[in-house]
Nanobody
């Protein structure tokens, strides 16, 4: 069973930046497309960024140009660099494969104040 542990969230002002990290308990990144998802209060969990095993990346339109996903295979860690944060980015952020194959972690909360 793979465990996913997200970290790096916090309270930031609009326009600020954060770097989120997600570490897996064993090596999975080389085999799958990895994704960052987010879930705002009362809404469904949506995929916002993905990175294929070959290193190609894709982003939701709402975050394109502001979010950057990267993978460090040696550390079993996937990162999400978030710049120019907006209040609508407030959500719990999770990582998982795409499609999600493993149990969800607890996520990391990002709160953006206006």
């Amino acid at each position: 069973q793979v465990q996913l542990v997200e970290s790096g969230g916090g309270l930031v002002q609009s326009g600020g930046s954060l770097t989120l990290s997600c570490t897996a308990s064993r090596v999975i990144f080389r085999r799958y497309t990895m994704g960052w998802y987010r879930q705002a209060p009362g809404l469904q969990r949506d995929l916002v960024a993905e990175c294929t095993s070959g290193g190609s990346t894709n982003y939701a339109d709402s975050v394109k140009g502001r979010f950057t996903i990267s993978v460090d295979n040696a550390k079993n860690t996937v990162y999400l660099q978030i710049n120019s944060l907006k209040p609508e980015d407030t959500a719990v952020y999770y990582c998982n494969t795409k499609p999600a194959l493993y149990s969800w972690g607890k996520g990391t909360l990002v709160t953006v104040s206006s």
